[in-house]
T-cell receptor, first 116, second 116 residues
Framework: AQKVTQAQTEISVVEKEDVTLDCVYE???????LFWYKQPPSGELVFLIR??????QNEISGRYSWNFQKSTSSFNFTITASQVVDSAVYFC?????????????FGAGTRLFVKA | DAGVIQSPRHEVTEMGQEVTLRCKPI?????LFWYRQTMMRGLELLIY????????DSGMPEDRFSAKMPNASFSTLKIQPSEPRDSAVYFC??????????????FGPGTRLTVT
């Protein structure tokens, strides 16, 4: 069964702190994709990163980094030196191929507050 | 390039009225998704299309909901009759068929629906 768990409902940090958002997934497929999306207070969902199941390389983009570990079925997201603008809800998602298309499910989201 | 366009951005209607939400996907994207977001249930997939054909509508709550995609650049989600429990933010998203952008979804700004 497809499942995405974001155990952290809310996280509050002070600006410049590092913060890690956890994501654990379940799937029976060998080929799948993992994503992180950001939903700032304005409401739109913004795609941040995609990882496929064959690529366990960690990725760094500026202050953002992602740690994908198949052994623990985790795809964690770290923000280094957090800023107030990072305040948002962050969603982890899992996508699997299906006949005619693909199926994506989203985690419940982690709300991040970054205080000045 | 224009992103996913949704209209209206806000809709307030009375119970029993028909509501039509509209979406224009990103040009060249083959998949179109309709999601509903509420505090209680999070982000739920309602239906998605591949090349204008509905692939999975298992998330559509009940017969009051219907979605169409008459061509590659337009889709509607209709609720008739609307009920207060339909109040939510409805997102449309589109995704390319394959290649580097596979499975990534690009979301519109959403339509905030309030049914009184």
């Amino acid at each position: 069964a497809q499942k995405v768990t974001q155990a952290q409902t809310e996280i509050s940090v002070v600006e410049k702190e590092d913060v890690t958002l956890d994501c654990v997934y379940e799937t029976r497929d060998t080929t799948y994709y993992l994503f992180w999306y950001k939903q700032p207070p304005s409401g739109e969902l913004v795609f941040l990163i995609r990882r496929n199941s064959f690529d366990e390389q960690n990725e760094i983009s500026g202050r953002y980094s992602w740690n994908f570990q198949k052994s623990t079925s985790s795809f964690n997201f770290t923000i280094t030196a957090s800023q107030v603008v990072d305040s948002a809800v962050y969603f982890c998602a899992l996508s699997e191929q299906r006949t005619g298309g693909f199926k994506t499910i989203f985690g419940a989201g982690t709300r991040l507050f970054v205080k000045a | 390039d224009a992103g996913v366009i949704q209209s209206p951005r806000h809709e307030v209607t009375e119970m029993g009225q028909e509501v039509t939400l509209r979406c224009k996907p990103i040009s060249g994207h083959d998949y179109l998704f309709w999601y509903r977001q509420t505090m209680m249930r999070g982000l739920e997939l309602l239906i998605y299309f591949n090349n204008n054909v509905p692939i999975d509508d298992s998330g559509m709550p009940e017969d009051r909901f219907s979605a169409k995609m008459p061509n590659a650049s337009f889709s509607t989600l209709k609720i008739q009759p609307s009920e207060p429990r339909d109040s939510a933010v409805y997102f449309c998203a589109s995704s390319p068929l394959k290649g580097q952008g596979s499975h990534e979804q690009y979301f519109g700004p959403g339509t905030r629906l309030t049914v009184t």
